[in-house]
């Protein structure tokens, strides 16, 4: 049994670290559009995919954080 828990643990780990990783690399895409002299809509609407999946992402990640602690 305490083999399961610790590979459930070393898989929320690692999926906890690929949260952070695509939130980072989200917030250079937006810093990226954002240097951008002028925005163009396409620059707008890919700016509102990227927050609405940083906002997943932000989530996801503070549930896989919880569950995680009590694992």
Not at 44 to 55: P, Y
Request: aromatic share 16%; net charge negative.
């Amino acid at each position: 049994m305490g083999n399961v828990n610790k590979i459930l643990k070393q898989e929320k780990t690692m999926i906890i670290e690929e949260i952070r990783k695509r939130m980072v690399e989200i917030g250079q895409e937006l810093t990226e559009i954002e240097k951008k002299e002028a925005p163009k809509e396409e620059d707008e609407i890919q700016t509102d995919k990227l927050i609405t999946e940083f906002t997943f992402a932000f989530f996801y990640y503070r549930f896989y954080w919880f569950g995680y602690r009590f694992l």
